[in-house]
């Protein structure tokens, strides 16, 4: 848990300690449960349980506030609230129990997110996922329905449901490097293998001459799978040496793929 008014530069340094433990949260994997989507339900409620428990302090101390003492030595009264949920896109599916390949934050579907005309300007409806939420105690088959037509997952109880002035969809924070960075990459790598073809790129990663600060791919780069965020760095340093005079099919010009 870290707090808003840190800058940047400090905050992201973890020798500056500018963010403090919370708890630690279980890994298993309920391997003795036998049904894989009874298993998922149960760790998903099993992820929201311990994360209601600690967060409750922030229920009572974000509705009443509490007295905190700044380093002046002058006392506030405080209002402590969940503001950004920081994590991997896996875990913000998690957090906010929308389904895999969905947009977490809004009601965009998979299929969509290419289609920038298609896409929402606005957030999740928070209130008709709390009342999505509250119709379990009346008529769990419903809910179950509900939740498949809203495109959540059926969780009954998840954290941020008693958290005061939280909107978890608005919380959630862009994940740079898995969504942007390392996204970007992949799909514009993918691009070159399918105008180049894979043995053309992988060739010309063979013959890339030995240099500093560059690693060779002597076996290419297209049959790589699970690439680490370093294989990436160093992946980029090449991509423009690899296609500068690659010739494109049908004698196409190959200008808006170098600029890209």
Same mark, same amino acid.
């Given at each position: ?26 890994? %298993? ?40 003492? %700044? ?24 957090? %906010?129990? %929308? ?162």
């Amino acid at each position: 848990m870290t707090i808003g008014n840190i800058p940047k530069e400090v905050r992201r340094k973890p020798s500056n300690r500018a963010y403090v433990l919370l708890g630690y949260l279980p890994t %298993t994997r309920l391997e003795t449960v036998s049904n894989k989507a009874s298993r998922r339900r149960q760790l998903a409620n099993l992820y929201h349980a311990c994360m209601s428990k600690i967060l409750n302090p922030l229920v009572q101390a974000g509705k009443d506030g509490i007295f905190m003492v %700044t380093g002046l030595g002058v006392t506030h009264r405080c209002h402590p609230i969940l503001a950004c949920v920081v994590t991997d896109y896996p875990e913000q599916l998690l957090t %906010t129990c %929308t389904l895999s390949g969905d947009c977490p934050s809004c009601p965009t579907k998979k299929a969509d997110l290419g289609n920038y005309m298609a896409i929402p300007l606005d957030f999740r409806d928070l209130s008709q996922i709390l009342d999505l939420i509250d119709s379990f105690d009346t008529d769990p088959a419903e809910f179950l329905r509900s939740c498949k037509t809203a495109g959540v997952r059926p969780i009954v109880n998840p954290f941020w449901k008693d958290l005061p002035y939280t909107h978890i969809y608005r919380s959630i924070t862009p994940d740079i490097l898995h969504q942007l960075y390392q996204g970007i990459l992949k799909h514009l790598i993918g691009w070159m293998i399918m105008v180049f073809g894979a043995a053309e790129i992988d060739a010309r990663c063979r013959r890339m001459p030995p240099n500093h600060n560059l690693r060779l791919f002597v076996k290419g780069i297209s049959s790589l799978s699970r690439v680490s965020g370093q294989e990436h760095d160093y992946m980029c340093r090449i991509l423009l040496g690899l296609i500068i005079d690659a010739p494109l099919p049908h004698s196409q010009s190959p200008a808006r793929l170098l600029a890209s």
